[in-house]
């Protein structure tokens, strides 16, 4: 069964700071990893895919990195924003199986 | 496009009251997702769809049933409501084709139910 795990829960950074956001994943049969953006009671953006064949993605601000032998992903955020400050959400689909499995979001606040 | 559509966007329920969530797609999406959402945590899998006439369950499908008749729809029924069923419902959608570039995941905004 595949268990999803994001640390940190939460975040507080001064702007402009370089962070570091973790998810962990316990079955590395995934087919692939998606990162969300969710703002307060807002439905979720999608930011970066990675495909299991990959081991990174960038989107301007954001670099996404996959290690599927070790199960893990990590999200790099460069020179933090105040606009920042959502929840981040990663998600994991299992080779085969069509679901996807989210972690428990690492909440993250950007101070200005 | 609409996108995933999701209505209504607040409920309230007595307990044992049943209603339907519904959920619907313009993208001609095969795979239809229902997730909840408990206050500070991550997404649970309710129910899953994989094109019409087959569903599945996810992680947590005690106390819903749901119905695939068309690729568009895919409603979510509580029958009984309890005040553990409080919580925010996702519906997503997914393209069958995957691939780099192609973001899997679709959602709507959200339906935020209360049961009392």
């Known amino acids: 069964k595949q268990e999803v795990t994001q640390i940190p829960a939460a975040l507080s950074v001064p702007e402009g700071e370089n962070l570091v956001l973790n998810c962990s994943f316990t079955?590395?049969?995934?087919?692939?990893l998606q990162w969300f953006r969710q703002d307060p009671g807002k439905g979720l953006t999608s930011l970066l895919l990675?495909?299991?064949?990959?081991r990174e993605q960038t989107s301007g601000r954001l670099n996404a990195s996959l290690d599927k032998s070790s199960g893990r992903s990590t999200l790099y955020i460069a020179a933090s924003q105040p606009g920042d400050s959502a929840t981040y959400l990663c998600?994991?689909?299992?080779?085969?199986?069509?679901?996807?499995?989210f972690g428990t979001g690492t909440r993250l606040k950007v101070l200005a | 496009n609409a996108g995933v559509t999701q209505t209504p966007k607040f409920r309230i329920l007595k307990i044992g009251q049943s209603m339907t969530l519904q959920c619907a797609q313009d993208?001609?999406?095969?795979?239809m997702y229902w997730y909840r959402q408990d206050p500070g945590m991550g997404l649970k899998l309710i129910y899953y769809?994989?094109?019409?006439?087959?569903?599945d369950k996810g992680e947590v499908p005690n106390g819903y049933n749901v119905s695939r008749s068309t690729t568009e729809d895919f409603p979510l029924r509580l029958e009984l409501a309890a005040p553990s069923q409080t919580s925010v419902y996702f519906c997503?959608?997914?393209?069958?084709?995957?691939?780099?570039?192609?973001?899997?995941?679709?959602f709507g905004n959200g339906t935020r139910l209360t049961v009392t």
């Open positions: 998600a994991v689909e299992s080779s085969g199986t069509y679901k996807y499995i």
């Open positions: 993208m001609n999406h095969n795979y």
């Open positions: 769809s994989v094109g019409a006439g087959i569903t």
């Open positions: 079955d590395s049969a995934i087919y692939n």
């Open positions: 990675i495909q299991s064949s990959q």
């Open positions: 997503a959608s997914s393209p069958t084709l995957r691939g780099a570039g192609i973001s899997p995941l679709h």
